[in-house]
């Protein structure tokens, strides 16, 4: 039973600032909880230290205004020394101060001067006010304090009617609060180790009911009937056999898995990731391959149009001697050569379409869509899988990423999704020499460069600015590439892509640069993921910095991909030895799970995961990272809940209100 703030009898003007904060009935109010907590608690003297210290007043306190502005001192007795204290702003205290009262303050300490510049006086004793307060996020024209008063309001109008939501036999396993406890103790605690119980029992249950939809979803989904595919498995390994490598033994495992979805009942939703290079593009070949012999269409689509261009050739050549029908839909075509592939779309010629987003727009008809492959690095939105769902009718469906993250980690975040990861090299593959040089310019490492592109090499330059800017401090795209150009005028040819060109030309940029009539190329990170040019082994990038290591461990990840040995310099003017460290840490570390653990630590999982990606579950307590260990013991509760203590009341209850909540954000997709 839901309240509304009303029963607490707030006035109508707070409940209006309160429904600002998205607080709109008595259990809001509850589920708000503090976002850190002020601890009063008496601490020992030291200079230029925040202090909390009790003592006696010992002298009048004197009042000096200066204009508006006032300041009160008086000095107290602490402990036999006498300590100076000032306070400003606040001289209407003085009134309610008298020699020989005890008195809390809080401020700074300096130790020649004896004195504290104080923040806040109190006019009591430590002991009378010592402990915990929590403090909130709020908005303005409420006071922590009328805040306090409203939850604790309805904390008492709950008192007795608040019940576990975790079952009894994980309480007692953990060692849990109850639930009624632990909101009491977030809001009112005592102690610290209130704080910690009411967090260690809150974060759990988050993290448990996340792992319970989340296995929820995933156990529907296996029910759910999927079209079971004929797997021709000797056509497949025939196609395997011609392919100009052998595949890796992860690569390998890796279309197991999927042709074992494919040929189940159940529809597939698989999450395929791999460190850049490791051999992705052929896996989703098969995967295409096994669909289409199975009689089905199957669509690939990328994140930006020179992606879709390149998967579009790369899968040209694959397919090349077989029989499969590929088109490539770009927002470049004409409408009469879009309008004919829509037709061929929907009349089943086309075997195989690549595209971007426009393929699962309204117009787009599929005849017989079997398989969606996306490489996009984040996952599906729910908008997006409607829309999905909308183009055929059990569309099995596989996601490709190029930032791996910790296993563990993925299997935790992607619970509702099977992950398979490609974690071996192709054989020959060497590590990528990776130098970091200080500095902003290119002369130490140019002999270097110029003994390359006489062995016939072409290179990358990576720059963080299109052009000159005012705001940022960077090297730009636009004069690196006229310096180089001018620099090897009449030897090589220097080319420059970025994201400002429009679609057109920046293909016709890295067609040249593929077709090695450009030998420089000059880019800012549209090159980032994805492109594949084998003759291309030398990478420069400019002011290092100023990129995420997972970011740079992605554009390094464009050379050395083949048995060729790849170079990469990272610039930087690096000053302070964190910028130095992680630099340096690239040099000596070549495995893209080491580089994003690492990322993970030093920047946190929103630089890794991209803050604003649809498919990533923010909470409000837990922590995915500080508090990962409960998200992977919760994930394992929420299996056994599910598979062996169905029965329980407590969990049969949270499966409805589950139920219930997906089919109210409309993210139940069957
Ligand atoms: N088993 C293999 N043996 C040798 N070379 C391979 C193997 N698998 C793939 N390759 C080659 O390795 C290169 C990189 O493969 P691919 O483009 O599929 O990588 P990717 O995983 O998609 O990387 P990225 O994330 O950087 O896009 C390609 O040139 C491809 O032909």
């Known amino acids: ?94 009134k309610n101060m008298h020699v020989g009262m005890k008195l809390t303050i809080v401020g700074k300490y300096n130790e020649a001067r004896k004195s504290i510049t104080a923040s806040e006086v109190k006019l009591k004793g430590l002991e009378e006010i010592s402990g915990i307060t929590p403090v909130y996020s709020l908005k303005e024209g409420l006071t922590q304090k009328n805040f306090q008063g409203y939850v604790n309001k309805a904390l008492s109008f709950y008192k007795g009617h608040i019940g576990n939501s975790i079952p009894d036999y994980l309480c007692q396993k953990y060692h849990l609060v109850d639930r009624q406890e632990a909101l009491f103790k977030v809001h009112q605690p005592q102690t610290r180790s209130d704080v910690i119980s009411a967090l260690r029992y809150l974060k759990y249950e988050e993290f448990f009911k996340f792992q319970m939809t989340m296995q929820y979803i995933k156990q529907n989904r296996t029910q759910n009937i999927g079209i079971s595919k004929l797997i021709d498995k000797e056509q497949i390994n025939k196609f395997i056999q011609k392919l100009p490598f052998q595949l890796t033994e992860d690569q390998q495992k890796v279309v197991d898995d999927i042709l074992i979805d494919l040929s189940s009942q159940k529809l597939m939703y698989r999450f395929v990731q791999g460190d850049v290079g490791s051999g992705k593009t052929v896996v989703a070949a098969i995967s295409l391959y096994a669909n289409y012999l199975a009689g089905y269409q199957g669509a690939m689509m990328a994140p930006t149009e020179i992606l879709a261009l390149q998967h579009y050739q790369s899968l040209k050549k694959l397919f090349k001697k077989t029989k499969v029908n590929i088109a490539l839909l770009t927002g470049h075509l004409s409408l009469k050569e879009k309008n004919e592939i829509y037709q061929q779309l929907e009349q089943g010629k086309i075997d195989i379409i690549v595209g971007t987003h426009a393929l699962f727009q309204d117009k787009v008809q599929y005849n017989q869509l079997g398989l969606v492959i996306t490489d996009e690095q984040h996952r599906f939105g729910v908008e997006q899988r409607k829309a999905l769902k909308n183009k055929g009718n059990k569309v099995d469906f596989l996601v490709m990423t190029a930032t791996p993250i910790p296993r563990t980690l993925a299997i935790s975040l992607y619970g509702d999704m099977d992950v398979s990861t490609i974690k071996t090299m192709p054989n020959g593959r060497k590590k990528v020499i990776t130098r970091f040089v200080k500095g902003i310019s290119m002369k130490p490492i140019l002999k270097d460069l110029k003994d390359y592109l006489a062995s016939g090499g072409q290179c990358y330059v990576v720059c963080p600015l299109v052009s000159e800017s005012e705001a940022i401090e960077g090297r730009n795209a636009s004069d690196i590439s006229k310096a180089m150009a001018s620099y090897f005028k009449g030897q090589y040819e220097v080319g420059l892509v970025h994201g400002q060109m429009n679609d057109e030309e920046k293909n016709q940029v890295m067609d040249a640069f593929k077709e090695n009539k450009i030998q420089v190329l000059v880019s800012t990170t549209v090159i980032e993921v994805g492109v594949d040019v084998s003759n291309a082994n030398m990478m420069v990038i400019y002011n290092a910095e100023r990129f995420g290591l997972s970011q740079l461990h992605q554009l390094r990840g464009r050379v050395g991909r083949s048995k060729e040995q790849g170079y990469c310099y990272l610039l930087s003017q690096a000053n302070n030895s964190e910028q130095k460290e992680r630099l340096e840490f690239l040099e000596n570390h070549h495995d893209g799970f080491e580089v994003s653990e690492y990322d993970l630590k030093i920047r946190g999982p929103g630089d890794l995961l991209g803050q604003k990606q649809s498919g990533v579950p923010t909470f409000m307590i837990g922590d995915i990272f500080k508090d990962y260990h409960i998200l992977e013991i919760t994930r394992k509760d929420a299996y056994e809940a599910l598979n062996q203590h169905q029965d329980d009341e407590k969990i049969q209850k949270m499966l409805v209100e589950i139920k219930n909540n997906l089919t109210k954000n409309n993210a139940y997709i069957d």
């Open 1 to 94: 039973m839901e309240y509304e703030l009303k029963v607490l009898k707030i006035n109508d003007n707070k409940i209006k600032q309160l429904n600002e904060l998205s607080l709109y009935t008595v259990k809001d109010l509850i589920l708000h909880y503090p976002y850190r907590y002020e601890e009063m608690l008496e601490t020992p003297l030291h200079d230029e230290t925040k202090v909390i210290i009790e003592g006696k007043l010992i002298d009048e306190p004197k009042v000096f205004f200066k204009g508006r502005l006032s300041r009160l001192t008086f000095h107290i007795d602490y402990h036999g020394e006498t300590l100076t204290i000032t306070l400003f702003n606040r001289h209407f205290l003085k």
